[in-house]
């Protein structure tokens, strides 16, 4: 089973920046794309930013221009930027990545746990 570890949630005032991480074990094999997804109280989980291998991104309208995925192929790892909060992007936001644990294997999707994000006004 592969845990994708989160970090850099927390609780920020509108306007300000977090930067949440995501880090997959290191006898991962191979990652594929990476993303992040957030789900508010009593709302759907819904996609943030993707991220492919090779560096396309893609993101939710809502968060154009404002947050930035990015991703260390050396590290396993991926990045949220934040910037410019606003209280409607309160969530929980989990990880996702698709996972080869060994040469030949299929690729599968994982998810962290979660990390709480709180944006006051």
């Known amino acids: 089973q592969v845990q994708l570890a989160e970090s850099g949630g927390g609780s920020v005032q509108a306007g300000g920046p977090l930067m949440p991480s995501c880090a997959a074990p290191?006898?991962?094999?191979?990652?594929?794309?990476m993303g992040w997804y957030r789900q508010a109280p009593g709302k759907q989980r819904e996609v943030v930013a993707t991220?492919?291998?090779?560096?396309?991104?893609d993101y939710a309208d809502s968060v154009k221009g404002r947050f930035t995925i990015s991703r260390d192929n050396t590290k396993n790892t991926a990045y949220l930027q934040m910037n410019s909060l606003k209280p409607e992007d309160t969530a929980v936001y989990y990880c996702?990545?698709?996972?080869?644990?060994?040469?030949?294997?299929?690729?599968?999707?994982?998810w962290g746990q979660g990390t709480q994000v709180t944006v006051s006004s």
């Open positions: 991220i492919l291998r090779g560096s396309t991104t």
């Open positions: 996702n990545a698709k996972c080869s644990t060994r040469v030949g294997s299929a690729f599968i999707n994982y």
């Open positions: 290191g006898r991962i094999f191979s990652i594929g794309a």
